[in-house]
């Protein structure tokens, strides 16, 4: 067993960044972050356009990021949050800055601040189409100066502990104690006995498949805390990019940025017609939902796999300028764009519920704590606006942080109990859980996808219950691996996302159930 005094799970922005201020204030505290890859792999590090916060404070303002904000949540927001978040920004981007983050500037050295859907203005902070990776880099050269921090790379957090894992008890109320890890190098199981713990693991867009979020996210934290009972909202409301690359694989897609489309390029079909002219006079920059539900419809309606983006008409050397990963990425997989259209679909991108937290980022079970995308905070209601999600990893991470500072916490007495696999055996058959993972993502594409109907809801309920059955009876008489306990956290996340969907009897932000409008352009009844 390992005691710490903070368990961190997660090394993207929210983790890292609320590791570094622990360990800057408390010395002689011990940090542990575990993380389930390379310490860099992360929603954060992929994360193109940039951090939203108010810099201008004369051509912009508060009111009007807050004012944006509260229109792209449709009526879900938590005000109090959106306005404690915008107000705090531009003080944790500073921060970064001092920490060594290399933000883009303009010929009078001042920030470049750029403009992206939904919002009004320009303050969107940026380096170059790269902004996550810059602020990755950053956060991990810092982690790198502090010795009371110990990055466990290739440690998988497996469950929280709670009471539940005392079996004489019956709790009146829950708490946290610190995680059981998979060393995925040694492939044992570790007990870290912490303080308090907090889950900053990201998304789950690989729960579908089709996802510009890389193969971490699997919602592991989400479905931790809900298996530790934890409050979990919010999460029908998932976040889709109507532009990921797709290559004809199942997993992680290359997230062509929508500017691309603000730069001028066109919306193809297989056959050439320019269809979003179809749905809406805007054409190709109709809102983000709108452009992801006709894609959807298009490539649900015909034979084709993908839609196209054509960019052939374009300023090549203007557009290598603004998207230098783009158009490297495309040579890479030998889409020449000044030649070929750019095969696309729509892509889980971000998750808007998650966990729910109060303004210090406190879970409903004691001493758990949890911050960034894995979070539901309140920011951002029933859909996101852009660049607003590293905001809230950086400021929700600074709330803990202030948490901590003023509320030590103690050190419990309780015995912990070991990890217990007696009588499980080595799972010989891996391809089961592939085969297991593929149908979970086409179930989740097809039916709790970019658009839903109850019906198709209920059916995938029903056939989930199927896929859970089977993978609780290969967790409980197998030892734990990593892939295994994806497939079980994918399940659970899949069934909230179903069962909140089930719940939600309107179409709100970036939730559209037919059954509430036959219309693809209207948001509700
Ligand atoms: C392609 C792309 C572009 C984006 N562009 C923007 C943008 O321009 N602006 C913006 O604001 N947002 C953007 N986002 C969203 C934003 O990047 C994320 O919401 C944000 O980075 C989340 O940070 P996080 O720290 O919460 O999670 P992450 O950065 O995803 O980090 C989660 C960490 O938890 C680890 N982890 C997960 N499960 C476990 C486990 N069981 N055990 C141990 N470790 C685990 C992961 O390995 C990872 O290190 C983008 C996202 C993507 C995918």
């Not at 933000?103 to 969107?124: C, I, M, P, Q, S």
């Not at 202030?402 to 055996?425: A, C, L, M, Q, Y």
Request: proline residues 2%; glycine residues 8%.
């Amino acid at each position: 067993m390992i005691e710490t005094d903070f368990l961190i799970i997660g090394s993207g922005a929210a983790g890292l960044t609320l590791a570094i201020k622990l360990a800057d204030a408390f010395p002689k505290k011990k940090i542990i972050v575990v993380t389930k890859s390379h310490q860099a792999e992360s929603n954060t590090k992929y994360a193109q356009g940039g951090v939203a916060a108010v810099f201008d404070l004369e051509g912009d303002s508060f009111e009007k990021h807050i004012e944006d904000t509260l229109i792209a949540g449709d009526g879900l927001c938590d005000r109090k949050v959106v306005e404690m978040v915008i107000k705090e920004g531009p003080n944790r981007l500073r921060e970064l800055m001092e920490w060594g983050a290399r933000f883009d500037t303009n010929a009078k050295g001042e920030l470049d601040l750029g403009k992206e859907g939904g919002h009004t203005e320009y303050r969107v902070i940026h380096h170059k189409d790269t902004t996550g990776h810059e602020i990755e880099r950053t956060l991990l050269a810092r982690v790198e100066q502090l010795r009371n921090i110990n990055l466990l790379s290739h440690h998988f957090a497996i469950d929280l502990i709670t009471e539940h894992h005392f079996s004489d008890l019956e709790p009146k109320k829950l708490s946290c104690y610190g995680a059981y890890v998979l060393d995925q190098i040694s492939a044992t199981i570790i007990t870290i006995k912490a303080d308090t713990t907090t889950i900053a693991s990201g998304g789950l867009g690989m729960v579908y498949g089709h996802t510009t979020n890389p193969a971490v996210a699997t919602g592991d934290g989400i479905a931790m805390a809900y298996r530790a009972k934890a409050r979990i909202e919010n999460m029908e409301f998932i976040q889709f990019h109507p532009t990921a690359l797709y290559d004809g694989k199942k997993g992680a897609s290359f997230l062509i940025s929508e500017a691309v489309r603000g730069f001028g390029a066109f919306l193809r079909n297989k056959k050439g017609e320019r269809f979003m002219f179809g749905y809406d006079k805007r054409g190709e920059l109709a809102s983000r939902d709108i452009v992801s539900r006709t894609i959807d419809s298009e490539i649900k309606s015909g034979e084709d796999e993908s839609m196209f983006l054509d960019c052939t008409h374009l300023d090549i050397e203007e557009f290598k300028r603004h998207f230098p990963s783009i158009y490297q990425t495309c040579l890479e997989r030998d889409i020449d764009i000044a030649k070929d259209w750019i095969p696309v679909v729509p892509a889980a991108h971000y998750l808007c519920g998650g966990v729910v937290v109060d303004m210090d980022g406190r879970t409903s079970i004691d001493n758990l704590f949890a911050c960034g995308e894995c979070s539901h905070t309140g920011l951002h209601g029933a859909n996101r606006l852009a660049s607003n999600s590293l905001l809230e990893a950086l400021v929700f991470a600074d709330r803990i942080f202030n948490f901590h500072s003023k509320n030590p916490p103690s050190r419990t007495t309780k015995r912990i109990p070991e990890w217990d696999d007696r009588g499980t055996v080595l799972l010989k058959n891996s391809k089961i859980l592939q085969q297991k993972t593929i149908e979970l993502q086409m179930l989740m594409r097809k039916y709790a996808g970019v658009v839903r109907n109850t019906e198709d809801l209920k059916g995938a309920s029903s056939h989930l219950g199927k896929l859970y059955q089977e993978t609780e009876v290969l967790y409980q008489n197998h030892k734990l691996n990593t892939e295994l306990s994806e497939l079980r956290n994918m399940v659970n996340v899949s069934y909230l996302i179903i069962e909140q969907s089930l719940k939600r009897q309107e179409n709100r932000g970036g939730y559209y159930n037919k059954n509430y409008s036959k219309n693809i352009l209207n948001q509700t009844l």
